[in-house]
């Protein structure tokens, strides 16, 4: 048998799995111990380090991956929900090289940054006017900004098991302690870790996702207070799992009729169609957040929304209400690379996506039954997620009965089988994948619970 040290002799489906992992990947476990001597833990970014330690990738190319080791993965993560073209697409690095030969970034506009807006603008419902910031946690730290500032109120309403970005006012209730969380139908608000302010959660009022009865009833009761109530349209913490149509629709029926400010947290789900996850469900917001996909994989985000609530950033005719600097917003490399992926995403695009998705989803799915294992799968059009349980996971509570060990062991026996999810087994397709891709997929899941016991 491998032995993990030794001391001791593998025994368990992780154990082996790890075993499998470690003796693969050599070169990416000693640059994780180098890494560890001058970034905690060796990590800059949580959302991709994983036990015993994450890959280093040297490579990628269309859906391939390619690690320090030399070996090569298909991908099912593409950067979290990012890389909807895939790996490099030639539109975009074109694109990207052009602009790189006129310069990386400049002390005022480019004209691929109007582009870039007109883009949004054309194609998303809520979108009057926007503005450019560099990731997902700026594009909602301003959205809740701008709603306090044009309500004059204070506190928001935000959906438990939902992440909104890394910012105070909304790390509340990310992934609660069961045990601290509250009633179901009426949650605690939770700080995420220390050293949050001690008073974000005085600011903030807790829903449960996909419970319209229950987030009506809060809403109501704190109306005269709450400037926004914010919410991901698929709530990706949870594995992607879609709003149910009468829970958004509640959302704006009660929003509207209050007074209220209404955000959607499209950071990943404006990949569900063309006109994003509004479009999809034909419910429009006051303020939308977009991040990931707009980029065209440099570094994105951006907020819009209502011409009456942007206004309050107009510079011109005296200056802006609100304040908004930041010295790569609308940058040019991100601008180009941004332009060439909307212009390359036609609603024929999202259609393929669509069907193969579906179809990934449905396969997982009689693979489960076949095989008579205790599991599900979450997502719409190119999101899924595994889900360890046999209970149907429509939000967090749900979500929490995921066996963390089988998900453990998925997600490593994945790896050794070549394929890269999210390390909480979430992911997605993109333009570039194929249904063989998928079927291959599909075939590495079974063998991987086959190894962890399931016949």
Same mark, same amino acid.
């Given at each position: 048998?491998?032995?993990?040290?030794?001391?001791?002799?593998?025994?368990?489906?992780?154990?082996?799995?790890?075993?499998?992992?470690?003796?693969?990947?050599?070169?990416?476990?000693?640059? @994780?111990?180098?890494?560890?001597?001058?970034?905690?833990?060796?990590?800059?970014?949580?959302?991709?380090?994983?036990?015993?330690?994450?890959?280093?990738?040297?490579?990628?190319?269309?859906?391939?991956?390619?690690?320090?080791?030399?070996?090569?993965?298909?991908?099912?993560?593409?950067?979290?929900?990012?890389?909807? %073209?895939? @790996?490099?697409?030639?539109?975009?690095?074109?694109?990207?090289?052009?602009?790189?030969? @006129?310069?990386?970034?400049?002390?005022?506009?480019?004209?691929?940054?109007?582009?870039?807006?007109? %883009? $949004?603008?054309? &194609?998303?419902?809520?979108?009057?006017?926007?503005?450019?910031?560099?990731?997902?946690?700026?594009?909602?730290?301003?959205?809740?900004?701008?709603?306090?500032?044009?309500?004059?109120?204070?506190?928001?309403?935000?959906?438990?098991?939902?992440?909104?970005?890394?910012?105070?006012?909304?790390?509340?209730?990310?992934?609660?302690?069961?045990?601290?969380?509250?009633?179901?139908? +009426?949650?605690?608000?939770?700080?995420?870790?220390?050293?949050?302010?001690?008073?974000?959660?005085?600011?903030?009022?807790?829903?449960?996702?996909?419970?319209?009865?229950?987030?009506?009833?809060?809403? &109501?009761?704190?109306?005269?207070?709450?400037?926004?109530?914010?919410?991901?349209?698929?709530?990706?913490?949870?594995?992607?799992?879609?709003?149910?149509?009468?829970?958004?629709?509640?959302?704006?029926?009660?929003?509207?009729?209050?007074?209220?400010?209404?955000?959607?947290?499209?950071?990943?789900?404006? &990949?569900?169609?063309?006109?994003?996850?509004?479009?999809?469900?034909?419910?429009?917001?006051?303020?939308?957040?977009?991040?990931?996909?707009?980029?065209?994989?440099?570094?994105?985000?951006?907020?819009?929304?209502?011409?009456?609530?942007?206004?309050?950033?107009?510079?011109?005719?005296?200056?802006?209400?609100?304040?908004?600097?930041?010295?790569?917003?609308?940058?040019?490399?991100?601008?180009?690379?941004?332009?060439?992926?909307?212009?390359?995403?036609?609603?024929?695009?999202?259609?393929?996506?669509?069907?193969?998705?579906? +179809?990934?989803?449905?396969?997982?799915?009689? %693979?489960?039954?076949? $095989?008579?294992?205790?599991?599900?799968?979450?997502?719409?059009?190119?999101?899924?997620?595994?889900?360890?349980?046999?209970?149907?996971?429509?939000?967090? *509570?749900?979500?929490?009965?995921?066996?963390?060990?089988?998900?453990?062991?998925?997600?490593?026996?994945?790896?050794?089988?070549?394929?890269?999810?999210?390390? *909480?087994?979430?992911?997605?397709?993109?333009?570039? @994948?194929?249904?063989?891709?998928?079927?291959?997929?599909?075939?590495?899941?079974?063998?991987?619970?086959? *190894?962890?016991?399931?016949?």
């Amino acid at each position: 048998l491998i032995t993990l040290d030794e001391t001791r002799e593998v025994t368990t489906p992780l154990e082996q799995e790890i075993a499998t992992y470690t003796a693969a990947n050599p070169k990416s476990a000693g640059l @994780h111990e180098k890494a560890k001597n001058f970034m905690p833990g060796g990590d800059t970014r949580n959302s991709i380090y994983w036990d015993p330690f994450p890959l280093y990738i040297t490579d990628g190319t269309g859906t391939t991956l390619t690690d320090a080791d030399g070996n090569k993965r298909t991908d099912f993560v593409n950067n979290m929900t990012t890389l909807i %073209l895939g @790996h490099r697409p030639a539109e975009v690095s074109q694109a990207v090289a052009e602009q790189l030969d @006129h310069g990386m970034s400049f002390p005022a506009p480019s004209p691929s940054v109007v582009r870039w807006a007109e %883009l $949004l603008c054309e &194609r998303v419902p809520s979108l009057d006017k926007v503005r450019f910031v560099n990731t997902g946690t700026e594009a909602t730290l301003n959205a809740i900004r701008a709603a306090r500032a044009f309500s004059g109120k204070q506190k928001l309403l935000k959906c438990e098991g939902a992440y909104h970005g890394n910012h105070d006012a909304i790390q509340i209730s990310v992934v609660p302690p069961l045990d601290k969380a509250g009633d179901a139908d +009426s949650p605690e608000a939770v700080k995420a870790f220390p050293g949050i302010s001690e008073t974000s959660t005085d600011d903030i009022y807790i829903a449960p996702f996909n419970d319209i009865v229950a987030a009506e009833k809060i809403i &109501r009761e704190h109306a005269d207070e709450l400037a926004a109530v914010i919410v991901e349209p698929v709530n990706g913490q949870c594995g992607m799992v879609p709003g149910k149509p009468e829970f958004l629709e509640g959302l704006r029926r009660v929003t509207d009729e209050l007074g209220i400010i209404l955000i959607f947290d499209e950071v990943i789900a404006f &990949r569900i169609a063309y006109g994003g996850a509004q479009d999809y469900y034909g419910v429009t917001p006051d303020l939308t957040c977009f991040g990931k996909v707009v980029g065209g994989g440099m570094p994105v985000g951006a907020f819009g929304g209502r011409e009456d609530i942007m206004s309050m950033w107009d510079p011109s005719d005296g200056g802006a209400t609100v304040q908004h600097a930041g010295t790569f917003n609308g940058n040019p490399m991100t601008a180009a690379a941004g332009v060439a992926t909307l212009e390359n995403l036609t609603p024929e695009k999202y259609e393929y996506l669509d069907a193969l998705g579906e +179809s990934l989803r449905t396969k997982l799915r009689a %693979l489960f039954a076949e $095989l008579e294992v205790p599991m599900g799968v979450t997502g719409v059009a190119s999101l899924f997620a595994l889900q360890f349980t046999p209970t149907e996971v429509v939000d967090y *509570r749900t979500f929490a009965t995921n066996d963390k060990n089988m998900l453990n062991i998925m997600f490593i026996g994945l790896l050794n089988e070549g394929f890269l999810m999210s390390n *909480r087994c979430a992911g997605n397709v993109s333009t570039v @994948h194929t249904e063989d891709d998928v079927d291959a997929f599909v075939q590495a899941v079974s063998n991987v619970l086959k *190894r962890a016991g399931y016949a």
